[in-house]
């Protein structure tokens, strides 16, 4: 497989938090980390073979939509019933259905599913994941205790977390709306998972996910905490990912210790293009785009999905000029562009731009 194409499958727990618990004195808390690294990976080839799939391959598999006008989210939702086989899934919920299911989890994801495919749609007039009216599958209670949830290509998983550390994956709209928007960038500019492109494709995720929860919240920059799974990771002070302030999502927690990531490039982090390296370290270093991104959006004041939303929206669909393995460099003279262009070069959007970018340090 070429470099440039690895595509590993895109979880929300980054490997550095499971490999930490994979280590843990508990040896339950262990066991399930193990497990979660082992069933994540069986997807690994699936995505990659997704992700490469040509357009007639794609349309086999049903993976694009039929290219008609949408006015509401087509939706599917599958129960696993704790177990490993999708093909196993039972169908719960489907949107021509007018009752809701009694599982909370299904209401969780009927709810967050809906709420994505309406900020797309609604801002951008996107039709759904693949702009084509894809339908949206999502899959709950995936495997006992699975601590993840992620987009493996051409639809959602979720774990029912561990109860220790993890609760259930379904209960933040943001871990949900960032997952989803890993398939929208695979549909769009398609960055390369590693290194630079990968720890962009990572902060897309985030930055919309982020900004999915403040519309559907009707926060604005102000108001919202910018924090990305607080109900996912158990325990009020902790979170997985801040924009705000990467670095301080979680601190001295007992079993993860301290939040890693950088917010600005002096910190980067130097890992190798590997599984074991988290392909070039694209979990922690996405925090720096997502520092550019809180900063652009918090000078531009208002609510995030207005201006900034607009600007990152035009660089994850400027597939000419944002290419697949494109860098932290390459992303800030994109959105500075894409800035320009909506309003205009000397505008006050451009300059919060540029101080964005300047405050991680990216030139």
């Not at 939706?75 to 704790?82: G, L, P, T």
């Not at 196993?88 to 489907?94: C, G, I, M, Y």
């Not at 909370?104 to 749609?121: E, H, L, P, R, S």
Request: net charge neutral.
């Amino acid at each position: 497989m070429c470099k440039n194409h690895h595509s590993p499958v895109q979880c929300i727990i980054p490997p550095y938090i499971t490999d930490k618990l994979a280590t843990a004195a508990d040896k339950d808390i262990a066991r399930i980390a193990v497990n979660t690294k082992f069933r994540s990976f069986r997807f690994r080839s699936d995505r990659v073979f997704f992700k490469n799939a040509s357009p007639a391959e794609k349309a086999m598999l049903g993976l694009v939509g039929k290219k008609k006008i949408a006015t509401t989210p087509q939706m599917e939702v599958y129960n696993c019933k704790k177990g490993t086989s999708l093909s196993a899934a039972v169908l719960v919920w489907k949107d021509t259905d007018t009752k809701l299911p009694a599982d909370k989890d299904a209401k969780n994801v009927i709810n967050a599913g809906k709420d994505t495919w309406q900020f797309y749609y609604d801002l951008f007039g996107r039709n759904s994941i693949d702009n084509l009216g894809m339908i949206i599958q999502q899959y709950i209670h995936y495997d006992k205790k699975y601590d993840n949830a992620f987009w493996d290509g051409r639809r959602m998983i979720y774990g029912d977390g561990d109860g220790k550390i993890f609760g259930s994956f379904t209960t933040d709209i943001d871990v949900i709306g960032h997952e989803l928007t890993h398939g929208v960038t695979q549909y769009e500019v398609n960055l390369d998972y590693h290194t630079q492109a990968g720890a962009l494709n990572e902060s897309f995720s985030d930055v919309f996910g982020i900004m999915i929860k403040q519309k559907a919240l009707n926060l604005d920059v102000n108001q919202s905490d910018w924090l990305i799974g607080e109900n996912v990771l158990l325990g009020d002070e902790y979170a997985l990912r801040s924009l705000k302030a990467p670095g301080t999502a979680y601190k001295n927690h007992p079993e993860l210790g301290d939040d890693p990531q950088p917010a600005t490039m002096d910190n980067y982090v130097k890992l190798p293009d590997t599984a074991d390296g988290d392909w070039g370290g694209v979990h922690y270093n996405s925090g720096i785009p997502n520092f550019a991104f809180y900063v652009t959006a918090f000078n531009m004041g208002g609510y995030a999905w207005e201006k900034a939303g607009k600007i990152w929206y035009g660089a994850l669909t400027d597939t000419t000029n944002l290419k697949q393995n494109a860098t932290f460099s390459d992303m800030r003279k994109v959105t500075i562009n894409v800035a320009g262009k909506l309003f205009g070069v000397k505008s006050a959007e451009v300059k919060a731009v540029k101080d964005g970018w300047d405050a991680a340090k990216v030139k």
